[in-house]
């Protein structure tokens, strides 16, 4: 699967873990930075992150920075994007099987690297279950294309 990642410096070295987890389970990964711990403004990073995702030149988007929130409140305001900020392997299962969620936002400073891996490893293996949700998907895309024509 093709994932693209992006963090800002509180995010980085959880980046750099989740990176090198992905590609060893054998996704090809997008770094889009940061490229360090120096301050960086997390919208930089959403927004590379889920242009992509809209486009559909990446399968997944995953973005990290303090809470997870300023990810995804950015990720969300692109087209096709659904972000969240999951909290647990249960939040990461629900958001694919129920959502469909293509853009997983975590938390640097609240979540163990080790819970994050077992998270991602659920969010990327968890197929979307269609049916009933498919319908509330569509409605969410449908809610988009309104709101694009106005």
Known sequence: MRVSIGSDHRGFHLKEQITAYLRQHGHEVQDEGARSTESADYPDF????????????????VLICGTGIGMAITANKFPHVRAATCTDEVTA??????????????????????TVERMVDVWMTTPFEGGRHQRRVDKISALEEELEEK
Not at 56 to 61: I, K, N, S
Not at 96 to 111: E, G, I, K, W
């Open 46 to 61: 959403a927004k590379l992150v889920a242009k992509k995702v809209s486009e559909g030149t990446v399968d997944r988007g």
């Open 93 to 114: 299962e629900i958001s694919r099987r129920h959502n469909d969620l293509n853009v997983l936002c975590l938390s640097a400073d609240m979540l163990s690297p080790r």
